[in-house]
C-alpha cells in the first residue's frame, strides 16, 4: 500500500492528500455525459492520443502499488483497491532535483507512432517493398494473430486511434508511390525514408495549422498556428522566398538551423498532464448508416450504439475491421467528443483492463481517473497554483478567482477547503472558466503554445533540413498542397467530404456549418 506519510519534494504536501479515489469519485467522475458542442469531434479526440502516443510513454518501475479507497467513496468506487506500477524514477547529474523520469518513446515529432519507436518495432511494420508500410487489404491495419495490431504503438489502443494510424499508413504507401513514379532510381530504403520524412511533416503541419486551430478557435490563434508554419507574411510569400526572415518573420518551419534556446529537447512532465484529457472520450460510439445518403451533408442515421469498453483493445479491432474505415471515419466525424470539464471523466474508465508495452492486457484492472491524480503527485508536477506561478500566471486566492460555478465552488471546498495550494492540476485544468472558443483551459493553454513551437524549432527536419535534398523536391510540394485533415481523407476517399461534410474543419461536427467567408486580412481581425 502507498505509504501515506511520503512527501513530495520540498513541499508539504502529501501523495494522497487529499485522497485521489475521492477526488476521482467526488470530482472527476461522468455523471451525465457533456459533449463538446460542434467544435470538436471523435475524429479530434482520437487525434489526441495518436499525437499522445507519437511522443511519450513514461516508463514504469516494477514495483508495484496499489491504492485502496477510502471508506468515504469506497461505495461509489468500481475498484475497491487497485494495483499498478510506479514510475520508474532515475537520478539525474544535470538536473535539480537530481532526479527525473524516463520517456520509452521519442519525444521528436517523428510519426514513431506509426513507424515505431526501436529498430525492433520498426522492422515489424514495413513492407520492404517500394518503401510501403504493411496494411490489410479492407485498408485498416494488419493484426498479429492474438489480434494486436501491426504498428508502431500498440499500447492502450482502440478503434478510433487505430483508425488514424491506418490512414497515415495509406497516406505513407501513397507517397511512396508517388517519389517511386519521379525518382524510379530510389530503392525500397530511399523510398521508406524520404516517405516517412514527409508523412510526419504532414502530420506536424495538420497539428499545426488544422487541429490546435480547432481547439482554440479564435481569431488570434489561428494566426499565431499560420505564422508558426508560415510566417507572418503568409504561405504565398514563404512559397516565393522561403525563409529568409528568421523565425519572427517567416516562421519556425525552415530555419536555418534549430533553436533550443540552451535547454536540450525534450518534453516536460508538465506537458504529459496539460493533455491528460480523457474527459474527451464518451461512453458509446454511434455508428451510422453510410449507404443511406438521401440527406446530403446532413449527419447520417444512426444505426448501432456501441459501448466505448467494447472498441477498446483486441476486442475494439476486432469490430473496427468489421465495420470497416469508411463507417467508422463517418460516424466519428459526426460525434461530437467529451468537454474537458469536471464531472467528466468515464466510469468505464475507472476498471479499465490497461495494456503493458507488448498490447498485451494486464489482469490487474485499473482506476484510471484515480492514477491521473496520483501520477501528477508522483511526478512531482506542482499543483494547480504553483503550476501558475511557474508560468507567470496570476495565482488563484479563492475558488471564485477561477470559476464563477457556484456548484463547482461548493464541490472544490468540500475536497480541499479553502486550501488553495492543495488544487491538483488536473482539476484546476477541468475547473477553470474557458476563454471563448477554446475548449481546454488557459492554464494548459500556456504549456501547449510553448511547446507547440518548440517541438517545431528545436528540430533539424523542421528547420535546418527542411529543404529539397532532405525531403525530396516532390516531397516538398506534396506537404505544402496539404493544408489540412481533409485533405488526406479527399485523396483516399475523394467522395466521403463531399457526400458528408458540411463544416472546414474534418475535426469539427460534420453537419456543423462551414466558417464563414471573411474578407478582412487575418492579422486585422478581432480576436
Ligand atoms: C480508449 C482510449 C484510451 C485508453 C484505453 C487510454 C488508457 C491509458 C492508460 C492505461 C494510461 C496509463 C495510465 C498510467 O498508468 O499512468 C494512459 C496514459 C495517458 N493517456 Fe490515455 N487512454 C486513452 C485515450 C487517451 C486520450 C484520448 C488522451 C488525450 C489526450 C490520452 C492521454 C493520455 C496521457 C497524456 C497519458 C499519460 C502518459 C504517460 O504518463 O506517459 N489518452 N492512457
Not at 447520417?300 to 459501448?307: A, R
Not at 481517473?369 to 486566492?397: G, Q
Amino acid at each position: 500500500e502507498v505509504g501515506g506519510e511520503t512527501r513530495l519534494c520540498g513541499t508539504n504536501l502529501k501523495l494522497l492528500d487529499p485522497h485521489p479515489s475521492v477526488v476521482a469519485t467526488k470530482l472527476l467522475e461522468r455523471r451525465q455525459f457533456r459533449d463538446c458542442g460542434k467544435q470538436f469531434n471523435m475524429i479530434a479526440c482520437s487525434w489526441l492520443q495518436f499525437m499522445i502516443h507519437d511522443w511519450i510513454d513514461h516508463m514504469e518501475d516494477t514495483h508495484q502499488i496499489e491504492i485502496v479507497a477510502p471508506a468515504e467513496v469506497v461505495g461509489q468506487c468500481p475498484l475497491k483497491s487497485f494495483k499498478f506500477y510506479q514510475t520508474k524514477e532515475i537520478s539525474t547529474v544535470s538536473l535539480q532535483p537530481n532526479t527525473g523520469f524516463i520517456n520509452r518513446r521519442t519525444p521528436w515529432w517523428d510519426g514513431s507512432v506509426i513507424y515505431g519507436n526501436d529498430e525492433a518495432g520498426m522492422r515489424k511494420v514495413r513492407a520492404y517493398k517500394d518503401g510501403k508500410l504493411k496494411i490489410s487489404r479492407d485498408g485498416l491495419l494488419e493484426h498479429d494473430d492474438i489480434w494486436i495490431p501491426i504498428s508502431g504503438d500498440i499500447r492502450n489502443c482502440w478503434a478510433g486511434f487505430s483508425l488514424l494510424q491506418a490512414l497515415f499508413v495509406k497516406e505513407h504507401n501513397a507517397i511512396s508511390d508517388m517519389l517511386k513514379e519521379h525518382y524510379p532510381e530510389f530503392d525500397d530504403e530511399k523510398l521508406y525514408q524520404h516517405a516517412r520524412l514527409v508523412t510526419s511533416t504532414i502530420i506536424a503541419k495538420i497539428h499545426t495549422i488544422d487541429w490546435t486551430v480547432e481547439l482554440l478557435k479564435t481569431n488570434t490563434l489561428l494566426a499565431a498556428m499560420r505564422i508558426n508554419w508560415y510566417g507572418i507574411f503568409g504561405k504565398k510569400v514563404k512559397d516565393l522566398f522561403g525563409n529568409i526572415f528568421g523565425a519572427e518573420l517567416s516562421g519556425l518551419v525552415g530555419l536555418k538551423r534549430p533553436q533550443d534556446h540552451g535547454v536540450p529537447y525534450s518534453l516536460t512532465e508538465e506537458f504529459v498532464s496539460v493533455y491528460r484529457m480523457h474527459t474527451t472520450l464518451p461512453d458509446k460510439i454511434f455508428l451510422r448508416d453510410i449507404n443511406d445518403i438521401s440527406n446530403h451533408k446532413s449527419a447520417p442515421p444512426i444505426q448501432e450504439e456501441v459501448n466505448m469498453k467494447d472498441m477498446i483493445g483486441k476486442e475494439g479491432e476486432r469490430r473496427l475491421s468489421k465495420i470497416g474505415m469508411e463507417k467508422m471515419l463517418v460516424s466519428m466525424g459526426h460525434q461530437s467528443c467529451g468537454a474537458v470539464t469536471l464531472w467528466n471523466y468515464p466510469l468505464w474508465m475507472r476498471n479499465l483492463v490497461a495494456h503493458d508495452i507488448n498490447g498485451e492486457e494486464r489482469t490487474d484492472l485499473v482506476d484510471m481517473a484515480s492514477i491521473e491524480i496520483y501520477r501528477d503527485r508522483e511526478r512531482k508536477v506542482p499543483r494547480y497554483n504553483e503550476f501558475r506561478r511557474n508560468l507567470l500566471m496570476i495565482p488563484i486566492r479563492k475558488w471564485e478567482d477561477m470559476t464563477d460555478d457556484e456548484e463547482v465552488i461548493e464541490a472544490l471546498y468540500e475536497i480541499y477547503g479553502d486550501d488553495v495550494e492543495k488544487l491538483d492540476l488536473l482539476v484546476g485544468i477541468h475547473a477553470e472558466k474557458k476563454i471563448q472558443g477554446f475548449a481546454i483551459s488557459e492554464t494548459a493553454f500556456f504549456i501547449f503554445i510553448l511547446i507547440a513551437s518548440r517541438r517545431l524549432e528545436a528540430d533539424r527536419f523542421f528547420t535546418t533540413n527542411f529543404n529539397p535534398q532532405t525531403y525530396t523536391e516532390k516531397g516538398l510540394q506534396w506537404i505544402n498542397k496539404t493544408e489540412s485533415l481533409k485533405c488526406v481523407i479527399d485523396r483516399h476517399f475523394p467522395n466521403m467530404s463531399k457526400t458528408w461534410m458540411r463544416c472546414s474543419s474534418a475535426f469539427s461536427v460534420w453537419d456543423s456549418d462551414p466558417n464563414p467567408p471573411n474578407y478582412v486580412p487575418l492579422y486585422w481581425r478581432l480576436a
